[in-house]
């Protein structure tokens, strides 16, 4: 019959068996990377994208794998917001240096109605010629916006045609294994934006 203390030694030996599996897992853990932009990795949403371009050729997050792709929703008759970001992200490719090609901008126009595929495409083009347009009629960029989150509303204006639209002005950061983990806040610097897409790209599965 086993008694308590005959038990003992082979409970300390569980217990410090455990306790040296702790510390292995310790050490092997990854530091997790800090990041000036939110950090949503594993998030549910922003992870489907698929629309037409200015060409009409249908384009998805998939085919860029091995890039970071930032994708953002506006319009091209915007005051204010949508050419800060799209400039911001000039300059932060800029500042990437070799790794600028490892960059992909997405502009989902919310306004398919005046942005015309012919100014979608010259729209982008000015900012860098490599951003690409995504253009669906209502209710595909509806459904784009819902994936991610988007919000966005027309404003009436003095003539049929005089519309704003009000819409969410954050990007997101898709990462090169085609999965969201960057929320991007209007304003950011894109010394910071460039930052954050580095540790992205170093950053191994």
Not at 167 to 186: E, F, M, N, W
Request: aromatic share 8%; with cysteine.
């Amino acid at each position: 019959m086993t008694t308590p203390s005959s038990s003992l030694p082979t409970r300390r030996r569980l217990l410090l068996a455990a306790g040296a599996a702790t510390l292995l897992a310790a050490c092997d853990r990854t530091p997790k990377p800090s990041f000036k932009s939110v950090d949503i990795t594993g998030a549910e949403y922003a992870r489907r994208l698929r629309l037409p371009d200015a060409d009409g050729h249908p384009r998805s997050l998939d085919e860029f794998k091995g890039k970071v792709v930032v994708v953002f929703f506006g319009y091209t008759q915007c005051p204010d917001v949508c050419p800060t970001t799209l400039q911001q992200l000039v300059e932060t490719k800029r500042l990437l240096g070799p790794q600028g090609d490892k960059l992909q901008g997405l502009f989902v126009t919310v306004d398919p109605a005046r942005d015309t595929p012919e100014i979608l495409k010259a729209y982008t083009g000015a900012f860098d010629p490599t951003f690409i347009a995504l253009r669906g009629n209502d209710d595909e960029v509806a459904q784009a916006a819902k994936e991610f989150k988007i919000f966005y509303r027309k404003v009436d204006g003095a003539t049929p045609q005089g519309y704003t639209i009000d819409h969410t002005a954050a990007s997101y950061v898709i990462d090169p294994q085609g999965r969201p983990r960057l929320y991007v806040r209007h304003g950011m610097t894109a010394a910071d934006l460039a930052a954050d897409i580095k540790l992205l790209l170093e950053q191994k599965g």
